[in-house]
């Protein structure tokens, strides 16, 4: 079947600009999480949606950061005024079961955002 | 300190040879652990859970030692297609949420 989407796969963007990411999870998963990776650093969290309950925003950096997943399905993540800081790749993963058994992800394959 | 602590290597090793990585953890309540393998330039993708009983997986053997709060990863007669980034991960959370922490992961290459 098929996998975890991500578009686009690549952005480049000028400092100050706003970008749109979007991620389309496998079907019926009901978490989502969005990690972004920097050149030669691990993944780094950044939110996380389970089903109808309120996200859990701790990952993300600052408040030019924002993310939504509309109908429990696709999610976009925003990143507002952009700095050359953001540049990394953002991944996406998505998981069939919920809470403590929510450990086998499957991710997306990125969008790499350059910024200016 | 880094929640999770893994060494980045690299490891150069030759084929058919044994390499064992290690990862060390620092929240005493993490639940779940597993090993994750990401090959250059694409996403990661889960290898093992591991446990407490340590499991195997054909050249693959995982542990798990909490009183340390120490994961280990051994792969045996390693193949060329082994090289790759080895991350270590740790769940915790409550019923409701919880979240994945990914190490920084451990490269290996091996060369015929």
């Known amino acids: 079947g098929a996998g975890v989407s991500q578009s686009p796969s690549n952005k480049v963007t000028e400092k100050g600009k706003d970008v749109e990411l979007r991620c389309d999870p496998i079907s019926g998963h009901t978490a989502l999480y969005w990690y972004r990776q920097s050149l030669g650093q691990g993944l780094e969290f950044l939110i996380y949606?389970?089903?109808?309950?309120?996200?859990?925003k701790s990952g993300l950096p600052s408040d030019r950061f924002s993310a939504e997943r509309t109908g429990g399905s696709v999610s976009t993540l925003t990143i507002q005024r952009t700095q050359q800081e953001d540049s990394a790749v953002y991944l996406c993963?998505?998981?069939?079961?919920?809470?403590?058994?929510?450990?086998?992800?499957?991710f997306g394959p990125g969008t790499r955002l350059t910024v200016t | 300190r880094k929640e999770v602590e893994q060494d980045p290597g690299p490891f150069n090793v030759p084929e058919g040879a044994t390499v064992a990585f290690n990862c060390t953890y620092s929240?005493?309540?993490?639940?779940?652990f597993f090993w994750y393998r990401q090959d250059c330039r694409k996403e990661p993708k889960l290898l093992m859970s591991v446990y407490s009983s340590g499991n195997e997986d054909g050249r693959f053997t995982a542990q798990l030692n909490r009183a340390s709060q120490y994961i280990s990863l051994l792969i045996r007669d390693s193949k060329l297609s082994d090289s790759a980034t080895y991350l270590c991960?740790?769940?915790?959370?409550?019923?409701?949420?919880?979240?994945?922490?990914f190490g920084q992961g451990t490269t290996l290459q091996v060369k015929p």
């Open positions: 991960v740790v769940f915790h959370g409550s019923s409701n949420t919880g979240k994945l922490i």
């Open positions: 993963a998505s998981s069939p079961r919920s809470g403590g058994l929510a450990h086998e992800q499957y």
């Open positions: 929240n005493s309540a993490s639940q779940s």
């Open positions: 949606f389970q089903g109808n309950s309120a996200p859990d």
